[in-house]
């Protein structure tokens, strides 16, 4: 099976060729993989050097980490690569932005009111979780669509604060 | 005298003081919130009690249920380890109005450490250096906050006079900057201390925070532990400490100096038990007195590591009447100890709180590691509490033992689940100036970029995630190839045999 996997600005062509092989960018090498304890740890031997590595999908990206190093994986197969290129026309970036809650927490405060224009860094909400202020700021310059809270909201984890448009 | 003792804490100083009372013989008596029944506290302890929701201020700051919690297990003193009450006059006078033990010191100690102004005027008065700052004028408004400022001088830090763990304080550059710093670190304190009375101090550049260990027991002894080099902070929470101090290293007369001093502090209060003086030192190794901590630290374990001293069981013994274990001139110090506080918080991403279930937990073993925690495979991190789940600390003869040491602990530490500030601890140690002792208080906020640097291995990131994807892939293949075979596993081989023949 092929792959195009990027990490970055780089782009690997990878194949998997069987249990014990994989060819990266045209060189092949042979391998033993398995997951330890059943877990997301993953434990790599390359012609006798060992790696383990946790290794995780999160919002369509994976999270490689390795030796106190975070790698953000994208990895499409044949298959994907196809449909992402010829779908690409009908992906348009949405202008709209749901900020979420990354944690649960405690809605301390809002500085920002619907309508307003907000610049990329303004603090949209200021969330209160584990003892510490956390201030969760625009990502880019937009306008407050909605406000879906209110001061002293309790908040659950990936609750959608609020909305630019 | 007591033989029970009730646990008003909970996370690993819980843990850790269980462990120093079992070690004693003492019964123990745990205390927990809604949200920590599973909590490694509860289970460790001979007996515990649920005392609220989750949320601190109805449980774990419950004066009154905790003591009611002790009588009713006959408990008969309290250890409140670090945060929640232990920092309270009013808990330790509740204890003692009970006719329970506090193990700690007086609750007029407490109150005279626990307001800045008062604590930096008690140094004064004792011939102790402090930084200038406004503290003398009592609690202020902002107006005249910002019209003292410019006396004070630039750039100076706005914190809460009741303030503590880096929370509501603001480093501030310019009268500017004043007024949104003062709302701030006001809304910030009103949250954490319940009291918004904040006072102005010049920030001291390029200084190290260094603080040295007391104990102090009732027959008037006063010895110190040295010192701890706790100047790896981002914005001023401590993430590493490390004992001795590299800066203070073989000067012994500077050692010598600044623990006579912090014992000084102590006697000028009457203090007993177990305190830290926290010291600001120049690069002239001029110190100024910070604050004092009048309880147990989260750092504590590395000046165990190099005085072979229990502070815990010390604090115990000390509680119950008795003569420190050891005079000054028997406190000796032996090679060099280093801790790293993992906090489940994603390094990555700001440092965001990351709250989630552990589903793996291998804790590095070996010689000359530690490992302080209290969470284990399985457990849920509430979201109430503070997000330090685990301290590693590594002991070596010498500090490049010590921190050869940790990168080999960091790297055995597997916690799956949460995010967590081991990554960040990983490259710290692989920073030449960190490894070199060169650095202060600003090092990690200022100078410390690890995000910037080129990741070593992209390759085999790649390799490993396309592995992973395969591996997943072909099993979820896998899964819906055997529904579509509708024939059974036997029926499958008789056919197989049939056709063989």
Not at chain 1, 89 to 112: C, H, I, N, Q, Y
Not at chain 1, 126 to 149: C, F, Y
Not at chain 2, 50 to 55: D, N, Y
Request: aromatic letters at 6%.
């Amino acid at each position: 099976m092929k792959y195009i996997t990027t990490v970055g600005e780089k782009t690997y062509a990878i194949e998997v060729n069987d249990d014990q092989h994989v060819t990266v960018d045209g060189k092949t090498y042979e391998i033993d993989f398995l997951s330890v304890g059943d877990q997301s740890i993953y434990s790599l031997l390359i012609a006798g050097r060992s790696y383990e590595a946790h290794v995780e999908l999160t919002n369509e990206a994976w999270q490689v980490l390795h030796a106190g190093n975070l790698y953000e994986v994208i990895v499409m197969d044949d298959r994907a690569q196809r449909l992402a290129q010829a779908g690409g026309g009908t992906l348009a970036l949405s202008d709209e932005f749901s900020l979420k809650a990354p944690m649960p927490g405690l809605v301390v405060s809002s500085p920002v009111d619907i309508g307003q224009e907000v610049e990329k860094g303004d603090i949209l909400v200021i969330l209160e979780s584990m003892k510490m202020q956390n201030e969760l700021k625009a990502p880019r310059t937009n306008t407050v669509a909605s406000m879906r809270i209110k001061d002293d909201d309790s908040m659950e984890q990936n609750q959608i604060l609020v909305v630019l448009n | 005298m007591f033989n029970k003792v009730l646990v008003a804490n909970r996370g690993e100083i819980a843990v850790r003081i269980l462990r120093a009372c079992h070690e004693l013989g003492l019964s123990t008596v745990a205390v927990f919130s809604e949200a920590d029944r599973s909590a490694l506290h509860v289970r460790f302890a001979g007996e515990a009690y649920p005392i609220g929701p989750g949320p601190a201020r109805d449980s774990y700051l419950r004066i009154d249920k905790i003591l009611d919690v002790a009588q009713r297990a006959g408990a008969g003193a309290i250890h409140p380890g670090y945060g929640f009450l232990a920092e309270s006059p009013e808990f330790a006078q509740a204890c003692e109005d009970a006719g329970i033990t506090f193990v700690g010191p007086q609750p007029s100690s407490i109150a005279s450490m626990g307001d800045k102004a008062v604590a930096r005027a008690t140094a004064t008065r004792a011939g102790v250096p402090v930084v200038s700052g406004t503290e003398s004028e009592g609690a202020l408004r902002d107006e005249d906050l910002l019209a003292l400022a410019p006396e004070v001088g630039f750039p100076l830090l706005a914190k809460a006079r009741s303030g503590g763990g880096g929370k509501g304080m603001r480093e501030v550059h310019t009268l500017d900057e004043l007024p949104a710093a003062l709302t701030a670190a006001r809304r910030e304190a009103e949250a954490a201390f319940g009291d918004g009375s904040l006072y102005l101090e010049r920030l001291i550049s390029g200084a190290r925070h260094i603080e040295i260990q007391i104990l102090a027991d009732a027959h008037g002894n006063v010895v110190h532990l040295g010192e701890r080099e706790c100047s790896i902070q981002r914005r001023h929470q401590k993430l590493l400490e490390e004992a001795p101090s590299v800066f203070v290293a073989d000067d012994m007369a500077l050692r010598q100096a600044m623990g006579e001093v912090a014992c000084k502090v102590a006697g000028a209060v009457g203090y007993i038990n177990a305190g830290t003086i926290e010291f600001l030192v120049d690069e002239d190794k001029s110190f100024y007195f910070l604050e004092m901590n009048t309880r147990l630290q989260v750092e504590h374990p590395v000046t165990e590591l190099v005085t072979g001293i229990d502070i815990v069981k010390e604090q115990i013994r000390i509680a119950r009447g008795r003569k420190l274990s050891r005079e000054q001139h028997e406190v000796e110090l032996n090679g060099w100890a280093v801790e790293c506080r993992i906090n489940a918080e994603d390094p990555h991403k700001n440092f965001m709180p990351s709250i989630g279930t552990i589903t793996t937990s291998i804790v590095p073993t070996g010689p000359g590691v530690r490992v302080d925690t209290g969470v284990y495979s399985g457990y849920t991190i509430p979201p109430f509490y503070d997000s330090m789940i685990s301290k590693v600390i590594c002991w070596g003869e010498t500090r490049g033992e010590a921190l050869l040491r940790m990168r080999r602990a960091l790297d055995e530490y597997r916690i799956v689940g949460v995010k967590t500030t081991i990554p960040f601890h990983q490259n710290l140690l692989y920073s030449t100036r960190f490894m070199a002792g060169r650095f202060n208080t600003r090092f990690v906020d200022e100078d410390f970029h690890p995000e910037q640097k080129e990741l070593p291995n992209p390759q085999l990131a790649a390799a490993l995630a396309t592995l992973v994807a395969h591996r997943q892939g072909r099993e979820a293949a896998q899964i819906v190839q055997r529904g579509e075979r509708d024939t059974s596993n036997w029926k499958w081989v008789g056919r197989w045999e049939r056709m063989r023949r």
